[in-house]
């Protein structure tokens, strides 16, 4: 889902989602989520998608439908994580995007909705905007399965009747915070939609209002290397403890899952503290425009055009130091290997064998917009995060895998 070029078509390198769901002491629900890659038909354009994708979160405030679906030139998702959801009963399963930046859940994007007994349509058209890409349907409520045995009666599904952007997957299961969901209704702006976990919470099948998420960085490009957990965490995924750090009340980054950091490398101060998000549908780490400027300067990186990525040497590599995101009195290093795309996968994004390219990039507009940063799963593939609806707070840990040098 995202801008410029013609769209690519998706192939879906982890198309089922091996091992079985399994409980995490009393409530918690785990799920095994996979890593895909859109590589069919072209290479992988990670800043285009990007860029694009914050250009829209940016501009969030602006009211979906009337904003307009194709508005904003639309691509395949580049790269993601999907979940496989049933929907109806007996259920359909759907390859579902796992998106913290967006709330709607909703299918039928490649495989058809198919209408059980559980299946009811409120008759209310629903479209969602995300810049990337955008859906137009009608809402149904339905029962919704995560996992075997885990059900959510009566949950909001909009169901696409056009989509662009998703070629290759069902749709997105959104696991942002629920007001993203005004606006989304076309005939009724102001109503919010409770989200899954939402439901999961009130109708009792999980004790906290948390979703947790667990990244292994990739070393292959077909593999099943994450979880995710409703209910509450998982200790096997994590090391030390979690620290938390309250949702941002500042700018764009207030309506999502956002937060205020400040970032140094090594002792350079990159980005002063400011607002941004934490997004599993974005691949890279974005920062403002300024602040990468300062980065590249301090890195002496190239930039390439053929990828748009940044481009280091060996010799620079070996002298590359810690990138800091500092979190409230929590500081979270990413290591040099972690700062950069697995060497394994370059041919997949249009670039070169044995070059060495930095995931840090320009968000696309300089700093006090509001939104000066997102972490997306790059940073999150070496960081467990906690996403408490009720606390309104994110959390992070340490994994195995923060100081792994398999990139």
């Known amino acids: 889902m995202f801008p410029a070029a013609s ?8 198309l089922s989602i091996a091992g079985s769901p399994f409980e995490v002491g009393n409530s918690p629900i785990t799920l095994p989520i996979a890593r895909r890659l859109n590589t069919s038909g072209g290479t992988i354009n990670l800043l285009q998608h990007d860029q694009a994708r914050a250009a829209a979160l940016k501009d969030h405030s602006i009211s ?6 194709g508005s904003i030139p639309a691509t395949n998702d580049a790269i993601g994580y999907t979940v496989a959801v049933g929907v109806g009963s007996p259920a359909t399963t759907y390859t579902l995007i796992v998106d913290t930046g967006s709330s709607n859940t909703w299918v039928g994007a490649t495989t058809p909705y198919k209408m059980t007994s ?8 629903v479209m969602v905007d995300y810049g990337s890409g955008a859906f137009l349907g009608t809402e149904y409520t339905d ?5 075997s045995g885990l059900t959510i009666t009566h949950q909001s599904i909009g169901v696409a ?7 290759g997957v069902d749709g997105i299961l959104g696991i942002g915070p629920v007001d993203l969901t005004v606006n989304t209704l076309i005939n009724s702006p102001a109503t919010t939609i409770p989200t899954v976990t939402d439901n999961l919470y009130g109708q009792g099948a999980i004790s906290q209002n948390v979703v947790a998420i667990f990244f292994e960085p990739p070393t292959s490009p077909k593999v099943i290397n994450g979880e995710l957990t409703f209910g509450g965490t998982d200790a096997t995924k994590y090391t030390g403890s979690i620290a938390y750090t309250p949702i941002t009340p500042y700018g764009s ?10 970032i140094t490398y090594g002792t350079t101060t990159i980005l002063s503290t400011t607002s941004g998000i934490v997004d599993t549908s974005t691949t890279l780490i974005l920062i403002a425009s300024n602040a990468f400027s300062t980065y590249q300067s301090a890195t002496g990186a190239t930039l390439e055009r053929t990828t748009g990525l940044l481009r280091i040497t060996s010799t620079q590599y070996s002298a590359l130091k810690n990138l800091n995101f500092n979190v409230g009195s929590n500081t979270y290093a990413l290591t040099p290997n972690g700062q950069i795309w ?3 996968l370059n041919t997949y994004i249009g670039g070169t064998t044995g070059f060495i390219y930095l995931v840090v990039n320009s968000i696309g507009f300089p700093s006090g917009q509001g939104l000066d940063f997102i972490n997306g799963y790059t940073f999150l ?5 906690v996403f408490d609806v009720t606390n309104t707070r994110i959390g992070f840990a340490k994994t195995s895998y923060t100081d792994a040098i398999t990139n």
């Open 253 to 262: 980054a207030s309506g999502f899952w956002g937060i205020n950091e400040s």
């Open 342 to 344: 697995p060497r394994a």
């Open 161 to 167: 009747s056009t989509s662009t952007g998703f070629t």
């Open 118 to 125: 559980t299946s009811v349509n409120t008759g209310q058209p």
């Open 64 to 69: 979906t439908h009337d904003r307009r679906a």
């Open 143 to 147: 029962t919704v399965t995560l996992g």
């Open 7 to 14: 769209l690519l078509t998706i192939l879906l390198l982890a």
């Open 381 to 385: 593939e070496r960081f467990y995060s």
